[in-house]
């Protein structure tokens, strides 16, 4: 399982980066400039994409580059102070406040979130397990994804209908509707368990937020974050005036502004590249309590994905510390990508919402990385290596580049997105091995044997796909993947 995603562009970019003064321009530099702009060429050449801004700090300096069109058909070349929505990072936001009242001992990460709310709500606990403010920021909570809770609200609905259809009920959905919402929520696990997205945590810790500090959401973040970065506010503009960007879905659709009051917290922030790279840059400073707080797992496995408090934490090829979140709105789609280890952080923004936006964006910030860093001494020992051994002995080839390179860094979703790369260039069989090679890597992991069990789905293998959805299932009964193939296979 795969977890985690016309126009012709008139002006791709300008012909020199916006470099910070003082900046020098070497042949290195010069030839990563070309490298990062021929990136961002191809990314908005794909026919699903308008605009892309990306803005890099490393080492405190700072760049900036811009492609495409804020506007589809007309020759509008996005700026570094283009404004585009910035999606599921305002979950981010939300969690450094929390942070910083934990620093400031107004809270404690394990409370019991009804400590902090009016009223009483006997669901909020699991066998008299109460979901906690740390199960907010780290997808534990099994509160739904979006209230109002109605999965099956907009099947019949024309999909390129259903942005409008969402933002029209919204408009009117209240505070109090949410809590009313969340009165009606019956947990069906202990708070804590697998991770799974979830808009009504998020938005739920703002409600929390304000209560905290006595103040509406919004000047929290003017107030706290934004005036002491100097950062632009993300509430005083309109979304259509001419400073913004327009979001588009993958066809090209003009999809509307997300403006859901209701939905703030969640996803309701909008900067653009400059302003969002000062908070990249303040999120990089590790020496400030809050900060590091933020970045602290609170679930998972450093050696494999775990969460902070809102941030995806990872480890790089080489094993160097990750840092990063994605987000996505009716039309825009958006990726910050920290590295505290080499002061690095990027921050890529596109006006349009494609499925697989947020992803494209994930690898061209990675494609980023290997820009400016080199590809892993590692990863290109291990791919010669392979090359000479084939597939086929993936394990142990792995086993044996390790000796030589420590820092190699297989993730579970390294390695699970490498097995589908493959099986989408229709390379079974090698699939087949890196699929292999994951459930060796992560024996404990359920995803593992669920991709393993679709690629054996794939090549007709039906008996070893039953056994290893069944795997999957065992370690994570709430794998409806699992659970609708067996079905299906009257298992």
Known sequence: MI?????????FFALTPRLSSGQATSPQK?????AIYQLGTAFVQEKTHAGLSIGIIRDGQTSFYNFGTTEEGKNRLPTQNTIYEIGSISKTFGSLLLARAVIDRKVNLDDDIRKYLDGDYPN???QGKPITLVHLTNWTCDLPDNFPDKPDQYKQANPDSIPFLIVAEMSTYTKQDFFNDLHAVTLKVAAGQNPRHSNVAAQLLGYILEKIYQMPF????????EQPLGMRSSFILEPLSDQFALG????GIQMPAFTMKAMQATGGLRYSITDLLKYAA?????SNKVVKLSHQPTWGTA???SFGLNWFLNKTIDSKRRVEHSGGTFGFASFCDLYPDQKTGLVLLANDADQSTQNQLDELSKNIMDVLYGESVGLRALNTAIKTRGYAQVIDVVKAVRKKHPELHLSENYVNGWGYTLARQGKLKEALEIFKLNVNLYPKAWNTYDSLAENYEHMGNRAQAISNYKR???????????TEFLKKAGE
């Open 282 to 286: 303040y999120q990089l400073d590790e």
């Open 30 to 34: 010069a030839s990563q400039e070309t």
């Open 248 to 251: 588009y879905n993958g066809k």
């Open 218 to 225: 919004d000047e929290l973040v003017n107030t706290q974050i």
């Open 303 to 305: 050696d494999n994905q």
């Open 3 to 11: 977890i985690r995603k016309l126009i012709i562009v008139l002006c």
């Open 124 to 126: 909020l606990a699991y």
């Open 472 to 482: 999957s299932l065992a370690l994570n009964p709430q794998n409806t993947n699992a």
